[in-house]
């Protein structure tokens, strides 16, 4: 998920005054019932494979070189472009045995998650089964102290409901090793949610919480009858072949090629945990999947193409509340703005060890997705960003990044209450 893992060497603020920082960054929802307006799609509105400059694919080699100095073991990156496939990749997936990282390897996507487990949520509500608009406690009744928290509002960020990960991973390392090997209920992560009060109302603001997404996986469990495993199996997985993804929760191992996942202590000291194997059970549909390049690249492709829902659904997961003046939230879905004019839509990934960056543009038709085996590096967090230039904006993007510089990442996908300074 998107971690609010923090640079190494940064110092950490409480978790208190995160929430603090969070809630004056809060941006309030626009209207969620109205037609998607596209909000900030900029100057190239709807941007489409053909409209867009051709990848920079050195320059997008030199991003994941400029990671490697700051601290990543390896970085790679995968372009499909209409029928056109680039693949970057630099470093290590094995930092004892050597071996060369590749696009071929299998990694834990962390946030990327959400978008699968939204997905599944919006053909539930294409099969008549579930609706946005209803209350949470309509469908798990009694889970959630407010009646007013609609389904929407939970796959929005607009819920309240507080992120349990604050607290769970307030120190990097040893918030990790105490829950590594841990197996969780949905109800035992709900239930640390609610030690505390929502944060804002149901609606008035977006404030990003791994919390909303736990009640996902829980209606998906209630309505299906089955797994958040089997629904994403039989759902997204095997119709559009994705051979590299799986849900294995609560196995600690990832199967076939992947690479090792690498996670600094807060403190700078050199060390770094090879955090690959864990049940990642504080997570689950909030989280949990392992994937690969090709194989993110085909879903969001697919996603924005109109293959996993309908258009009227599709629609829904576009209407954006805004995160900050380049960034709006859907329903599982982020959008980002780039240098050159271009929106692109996917989402970000933090688990322990690593960073993931996946997009498209709006026809599907060009798809990026980047790794960097680490995480609590804030500097190759910001870095990794860029990959999204080089593969929609192209040559002109240092110019345009050089006049228009970009707002440093502030990754929110674990711990968002925990700031960085």
Request: glycine residues 10%; proline residues 4%.
């Amino acid at each position: 998920m998107v971690s609010r893992m923090m640079g190494r060497g940064t110092a950490r603020s409480t978790a208190a005054l995160g929430a603090v920082l969070l809630s004056v960054l809060a941006v309030p929802a626009t209207d969620a019932t109205a037609a998607p307006s596209g909000t900030g799609d900029r100057a190239v509105s709807g941007a489409t494979a053909e409209n867009l400059a051709a990848p920079d694919v050195a320059g997008l080699r030199e991003v994941l070189r400029t990671a490697l100095t700051q601290g990543a073991p390896g970085a790679m990156a995968r372009i499909d472009d209409n029928g056109t496939v680039h693949k970057v990749a630099e470093g290590v997936a094995d930092r004892t045995t050597g071996r060369a990282l590749d696009n071929a390897d299998r990694f834990r996507v962390g946030s990327v998650t959400k978008s699968f487990t939204a997905v599944v949520l919006l053909q539930l509500v294409d099969e008549g089964v579930l609706d946005l608009d209803t209350s949470v406690n309509t469908y798990l009744p009694g889970l959630l102290p407010d009646d007013g928290i609609t389904v929407r509002h939970v796959l929005s960020h607009r819920s309240g409901l507080y992120d349990y990960t604050n607290d769970m991973f307030a120190d990097t390392v040893p918030g990790f090793e105490a829950v590594r090997n841990k197996v969780f209920s949905y109800q035992e992560l709900v239930d640390l949610s609610l030690k505390q009060p929502l944060g804002n109302a149901p609606g008035a603001a977006y404030s990003y919480s791994n919390t909303n997404f736990v009640v996902g996986g829980m209606l998906i469990e209630k309505l299906t009858g089955k797994s958040v495993r089997s629904a994403y199996k039989t759902r997204i997985i095997k119709p559009l072949g994705l051979k590299d993804t799986s849900y294995v929760h609560p196995s600690t191992s990832i199967a076939g090629r992947h690479t090792k996942g690498y996670l600094p202590p807060d403190v700078a000291d050199g060390t770094l945990v090879d955090s690959t194997e864990q049940t990642v059970s504080w997570a689950q549909s909030a989280g949990a999947v392992i994937s690969s390049t090709r194989d993110l690249d085909t879903f969001f492709s697919a996603l924005l193409r109109g293959r996993l829902t309908s258009a009227a659904q599709l629609a829904q997961m576009q209407q954006w509340t805004p995160v900050n003046a380049t960034q709006g939230y859907g329903l599982g879905l982020r959008r980002r703005d780039l240098s050159c004019g271009v929106s692109v839509y996917g989402h970000t990934g933090t688990v322990q060890g690593y960073y993931t960056y996946a997009f498209t543009s709006k026809d599907g038709a060009r798809t990026v997705t980047a790794l960097a085996n680490t995480s609590n590096n804030g500097t190759v967090l910001n870095t990794m960003a860029r990959t999204l230039e080089s593969a929609f904006c192209g040559k002109p993007a240092k110019a345009a990044t050089a006049r228009n510089q970009a707002p440093v990442e502030r990754h929110e996908d674990i711990a968002p209450g925990v700031a960085l300074d």
